[in-house]
Every structure is written in structure tokens, then in C-alpha cells.
């Protein structure tokens, strides 16, 4: 197989993927597509700090249903100080596709 096969084959996987969702009961539906190294490449431009990195994955993977971004890089300082670390932790991580051991050892 050629380079240039396999990246046209792996591009098109990724625009296939479409819009996932994360569902927060009561707060509503976060969308979000999966993780890219450019994506990583801008939350660790934004995080300042790795204690940053969640509110900094969410403002670069938040998407509302029209695959827009739902938070500017000014919001990251919102976040910060006004949403629960917990919260931000969880949505980060299903935001990057986390997997526990226990999930992996099952795919």
C-alpha cells in the first residue's frame, strides 16, 4: 500500500466518523469528533499548566450540533474558575476517548 492510499483511506474514516455525542443529564448535549495531534496540539498550546488541560480539551472539543465550538479560548478562564474540577475531568476525558484498562482488555 502507498503512503498516499493510506492517508486518503485514514481521512476518510475520520469524516465518515461524523458527530458523537456526550449526553450531561440536565444540562444538555456536548458533540465533539475524535481526538486529532493538531487537536492536541492547540490544547497544550491553551493549557498553560497541566492542571488546565481539561478546561483547555473542552474548549478546543466542544461542539454544539452543528460541529461549531461551543467555547472561545477566552472561556478557558471561565471554566476554570466556575465549573467543578470533577465535572470538567469527566467531560475531558470522554471528550478524548478515555478508556479504562477494563474496556480495553474488552475491545
Known amino acids: 500500500m502507498k503512503g498516499s492510499d493510506f492517508l486518503e483511506k485514514a481521512k476518510a474514516q475520520y469524516d465518515d466518523?461524523?458527530?458523537k455525542t456526550i449526553d450531561l443529564e440536565g444540562m444538555g448535549i456536548?458533540?465533539?469528533k475524535p481526538m486529532t495531534l493538531a487537536d492536541r496540539k492547540v490544547i497544550q498550546q491553551?493549557?498553560?499548566v497541566p492542571s488546565e488541560l481539561p478546561a483547555a480539551t473542552v474548549v478546543v472539543k466542544a461542539l454544539d450540533e452543528n460541529g461549531d465550538r461551543m467555547?472561545?479560548?477566552t472561556n478557558?478562564?471561565?471554566l476554570i474558575r466556575g465549573v467543578q474540577a470533577e465535572l470538567l475531568d469527566e467531560v475531558a476525558s470522554q471528550l478524548i476517548e478515555?478508556?479504562?484498562v477494563e474496556e480495553r482488555v474488552r475491545d
Open 17 to 19: 466518523i461524523g458527530l
Open 71 to 73: 467555547f472561545s479560548n
Open 46 to 48: 491553551i493549557a498553560k
Open 76 to 78: 478557558k478562564v471561565d
Open 30 to 32: 456536548i458533540y465533539y
Open 98 to 100: 478515555i478508556k479504562s
